[in-house]
């Protein structure tokens, strides 16, 4: 397994250890015999704060959300890799804590002044509605692009990413991790 980068998270959620995070991605590997781990992993915390981050796993294990966004401005700055389809990605909870594996399934590029309804369907419930997914999000990549000297703009690029789980140690017994998943 080829090393990962160095990881950047925002402001916020604390930073678990490789070690923790290399235990868990041999846990994933191993409860999924079947399916094809190609690369390395990258690490990603979602949400504001820990309630918050909580409800997104809940609606990420009902199905629910099956996507996610990333800004390349802030990619571009902190010499991340860009995402690509395959690629493996741990979601930590609030207290650093390895959650879920998700895969990135699909990627687009749109402006931000043009996503559209179709393209926040990857989102929850319940921030479906632009009326209130692009406020939220203005304010949220706002919080993230000023230490960058920068904030969101009508043409700032956004990646929409599509993703299946691939494995959840809390989920359900009898519940598979994945719908598809890919060998």
Partial sequence: ???PPEMYLPEGPARPSRIVLDQFWRAARTANPDTSFPGNYQVRWIGLDDESTQQIFDLIRARDKTGTFTLPWIVDRTDQ???????????????????????LEH???????????DDIA????????????????????????????????????????????VYDPGAPVGRAPMDNPAT
Wanted: glycine share 8%; no cysteine.
């Fill in 81 to 103: 890799p860009p995402p690509q389809v395959g690629d493996n990605i741990i979601l930590i909870a609030f207290d650093g804590s390895p959650t879920l594996l998700v895969r």
């Fill in 107 to 117: 990627i687009h590029e749109v402006a931000f002044g043009a996503v559209t309804a």
């Fill in 122 to 165: 990857v989102d929850g419930t319940p921030v479906r509605d632009l009326a209130i997914w692009k406020p939220l999000h203005t304010q949220y990549w706002n919080g993230l692009l000023q230490p960058f000297g920068l904030a969101t703009t009508d043409d700032m690029p956004v990646w929409v990413e599509a993703f299946a789980v």
């Fill in 1 to 3: 397994m080829r090393r």
